[in-house]
């Protein structure tokens, strides 16, 4: 049975400030709550619809009904397993090999895809201006289906970041109207900057790049006025990493 002391916490972790306030995050499924409990991260409590299906202490697993679990899932159709779990304290890095920079991107999917694509192509560093949406909202924890375990997610501010690393690497941004990336020689150690799904790159952060790359458009139409972030990451991310 959940209780409602629980209910109410559950709830309130769909917003950041209560997920920052308790430094607890939600997660959903079996896959993804396995790689979670894998790669060691701290379990706050675990509800089931069938007993015994993680290896967890008992005192923190919840055995409920799949219409209690409706209640307190984010899903539109829950997946019969909900975990809350501790947010782990952040990672001490020094930013080496390729770094990935996202400017803004708001979208949950978006982001959860792209920790996913991170951890696909070895990127270990993600970083994300303060206005970019919470690794730990639940809808990127699900996108990215225990990824977020394998790649160092650092929020802080691009333009001081990337004014520190001005000089000693490449700061690549993806435009419109840059040089084609299929063109360009790429470094295994740059810096790729994405821009938010609306607006692309703000002014302020393209004045600090020194290359501005695009991914040329082949259909005849061009009815396509740009690609989505998450996809043009992909790309962007096959290309630096197939560069010898």
């Given amino acids: 049975m959940v209780s409602k002391n629980q209910k109410k916490l559950i709830k309130s972790l769909y917003q950041k400030k209560y997920r920052k306030q308790h430094k607890l995050f939600v997660a959903e499924g079996k896959k993804v709550i396995t790689e979670l409990l894998d790669a060691g991260l701290r379990l706050h409590s675990i509800f089931v619809v069938e007993e015994g299906c993680f290896n967890v202490k008992k005192d923190v697993e919840y055995v409920v009904s799949l219409d209690e679990l409706k209640q307190i899932s984010f899903l539109t159709t829950p997946q019969f ?50 206005q970019t949406v919470d690794c730990y909202n639940p809808k990127v924890i699900q996108a990215t289906m225990g990824s977020i375990t394998r790649v160092v997610v650092t929020y802080l501010d691009l333009k001081e970041f990337l004014k520190e690393k001005r000089g000693s690497r490449k700061l690549f941004g993806t435009f419109m109207n840059g040089n084609s990336i299929y063109k360009e020689k790429l470094p295994s150690n740059g810096i790729i ?52």
Avoid: Y
Avoid at 96 to 121: A, Q, S
């Fill in 81 to 130: 397993a909900l975990a809350v779990f501790h947010i782990p304290k952040e990672e001490q890095t020094e930013f080496e090999g390729l770094t990935l920079v996202l400017d803004d991107v708001r979208d949950p999917g978006n982001l959860g895809t792209i920790i996913r694509l991170c951890d696909w192509f070895g990127v270990n560093n993600l970083v994300c201006s303060l």
């Fill in 193 to 244: 900057v994405m821009g938010n799904e609306a607006n692309g790159i703000s002014n302020e952060i393209e004045e600090l790049l020194s290359d501005k790359i695009t991914i040329p458009q082949f259909g005849v139409g061009e009815k396509t006025e740009s690609l989505n972030v998450a996809t043009a990451t992909a790309i962007v991310l096959n290309e630096f990493k197939r560069m010898p």
